[in-house]
Structure formats: structure tokens, C-alpha cells
Nanobody, 124 residues
Framework: HVQLVESGGGSVQAGGSLRLSCVVS????????MGWFRQTPEKEREGVAT????????WYADSVKGRFTISQDNSRNTVYLEMLNLQPDVTGTYFC??????????????????WGRGTQVTVS
């Protein structure tokens, strides 16, 4: 059973920064491919950033390129999302995803079998 616990969300003013963390426990291979997703009441869950442990391949949504950085600390079973120069358009609930069924299409929610409960990010 894979468990994910997110933390680090909050309310910030435009231009501020936050760092989200997601700790993974359970099956050791679950953190091989991981992603961060955002959901709002107006939009379906969408990919923000993904990472593959082997080789460190990353992907970012166009809207966050240059502002967000995804990274992974395998010694702590933790994936991070560093968010800089935050703007109101990135407000939403951020979910961590793991235990991918394949190592491509990582930006799609249905690639993953395990999800955290989410952490709220509000930018005003």
C-alpha cells in the first residue's frame, strides 16, 4: 500500500514563493516516476511537473516553466516542488502522485495509481 503525504502549501502574495513536499511510503518502486498536479473548482486536475528518478528526466507545464522546479531526495523518499514568483493563476489544490503505471505520459493523471490528499496554495 503506497501512501503520500503533502505539505508546504499556504497563502502568499503575488511574487512570493513556496516549497511543497511529498513523502512517499510503502512500495519502494512507487517513487520511480512522480508528479505534481493542480486542481481548481473550475478545471480538472492537470499536470504541473513530473520527474523520473533514473536520469532525472523532468517535465513542466508551459505555464510554470522557469518558475517551478521539481526535485527528488530518494534518501528521504520525498519529492519537492519549488515555486517561485507565484502569481494568482497558479492558485489551487496541489496533489502529489506516485506509483505510475508507465514512464511516459507522466503529465496525465490516469498514469498514476496513488495520490496524496492535496495541499492548498492560494496566491493573492
Amino acid at each position: 500500500h503506497v501512501q503520500l503525504v503533502e505539505s508546504g502549501g499556504g497563502s502568499v502574495q503575488a511574487g512570493g514563493s513556496l516549497r511543497l513536499s511529498c513523502v512517499v511510503s510503502g512500495r519502494p518502486s512507487a517513487n520511480y516516476c512522480m508528479g505534481w498536479f493542480r486542481q481548481t473548482p473550475e478545471k480538472e486536475r492537470e499536470g504541473v511537473a513530473t520527474i523520473v528518478t533514473s536520469g532525472g528526466r523532468t517535465w513542466y507545464a508551459d505555464s510554470v516553466k522557469g518558475r517551478f522546479t521539481i526535485s527528488q531526495d530518494n534518501s528521504r523518499n520525498t519529492v519537492y516542488l519549488e515555486m517561485l514568483n507565484l502569481q494568482p493563476d497558479v492558485t489551487g489544490t496541489y496533489f502529489c502522485a506516485a506509483d505510475a503505471t508507465r514512464d511516459d505520459s507522466l503529465f496525465l493523471p490516469n498514469t498514476y495509481r496513488s495520490w496524496g490528499r492535496g495541499t492548498q496554495v492560494t496566491v493573492s
